[in-house]
């Protein structure tokens, strides 16, 4: 995409996210390839910012990014953050924004292999496996075991 289609991509993309329509980000950003959604999300904060300039009570939109194994950036995912209310203590002495909310996490690659040769997939079957086996009472923590070691 070029610097227009990314813009005018992330202009509709960011008043998604001001309304609460999250399925509806989720579709069009889905829809990209990883560079561009990740330059239409950075677009997205860009806008955003400008937005909150003129009307403060906006939503304030957080990009956060990391750098995979083979040194390509890619988006991680896309907070939304309300301002918290002047009755609020934490506002006095804190920040000035309530916890951020996720609302957008790009699709992970089955195939994608990290440095260590292992796949997401792989890692979220053993985190699954493992708050499993936690979680489970003892008589069927033998199955769990059995069952992962497969």
């Known amino acids: 995409m070029d610097a227009q289609q990314i813009h005018d991509q992330a202009e509709s993309a960011e008043k998604k996210v001001e309304l609460g329509d999250t ?13 561009d959604r990740l330059a239409a999300a950075r677009e997205m904060e860009k806008i955003n910012q400008d937005h909150r300039q003129v009307d403060d009570s906006l939503p304030r939109i ?26 609020n203590p934490s506002r006095w002495f804190g920040d000035t924004y309530d916890d951020p909310t996720m609302v957008y996490c790009p699709p992970f690659d089955e195939n994608k292999k990290a440095t260590d040769g292992s796949s997401q997939k792989q890692d979220l079957d053993m985190a699954l ?22």
């Open 129 to 150: 496996q493992l708050l499993l086996f936690t979680l489970a009472p003892e008589s069927d923590r033998a199955k769990i075991q059995a069952a992962g070691s497969q």
């Open 62 to 87: 957080d990009v956060c990014a990391s750098i995979d194994e083979s040194g390509t950036e890619r988006l991680v995912a896309i907070d939304e953050r309300e301002k918290r209310s002047w009755y």
């Open 23 to 35: 399925s509806g980000l989720r579709e069009q950003l889905n829809g990209m390839s990883p560079a």
